[in-house]
């Protein structure tokens, strides 16, 4: 099983170069200075996405900044690390059984208050929040291992999707093996 869970870290990126011309929110700086409005946290995570089934995926575009204007900078970002974690736990209702443990990789593991919230929503679940380092992983590099493992599959003839992870009809294959010179 596999889908999109929300917006992950992308609006706090969004927020944070369109208000205060940052390319990121480097170790949650900007929001370590901000606080929470619960109410935009609601607004977003009233979103139809969060009530479709498994499986469904984002575009980059699919959520916007709207719900966060008139913000200021530092309640904006605090508020949208909120929202990246709200929006995983809540893949939850998605799951055939809530999982006793959150592995996180990617950029939003850097972010204190991504993860902070995520070990509290996790907790009130009776499950438990590690970084990939944590296990053992590389969580900056998981996402090209992903790419890599696909490439071969794609390579090999073998599907790169599942009915379950994308709402395929069938397992598919796909890539095209493109060199140069």
Request: with cysteine; proline share 6%; glycine share 12%.
């Amino acid at each position: 099983m596999a889908f999109d869970s929300g917006p992950g870290n992308a609006l706090i990126d969004m927020w944070v170069q369109r208000e205060g011309g940052l390319p990121f929110d480097e170790n949650g700086q900007v929001a370590s200075e901000g606080g929470v409005v619960a109410r935009v946290v609601e607004q977003y995570l009233a979103s139809p996405f969060f009530d479709r089934a498994a499986p469904k995926s984002l575009d980059r575009l699919d959520f916007s900044l709207d719900l966060a204007a008139g913000l200021d900078l530092a309640d904006g970002a605090r508020t949208l690390a909120a929202v990246s974690a709200e929006a995983v736990l809540a893949a939850v209702r998605q799951m055939p059984e809530p999982p006793s443990l959150w592995i996180l990789c990617g950029g939003g593991r850097k972010n204190p208050h991504i993860v902070a919230d995520m070990a509290a929503g996790a907790a009130r679940q009776g499950a438990r929040v590690v970084l990939a380092e944590d296990v053992g992983l590389n969580g900056d590099a998981m996402e090209a291992e992903a790419w890599a493992y696909l490439a071969i599959r794609s390579r090999r003839g073998l599907p790169l999707t599942f009915p379950t992870t994308t709402g395929c009809d069938a397992p598919s294959t796909g890539g095209v093996l493109a060199e140069s010179g």
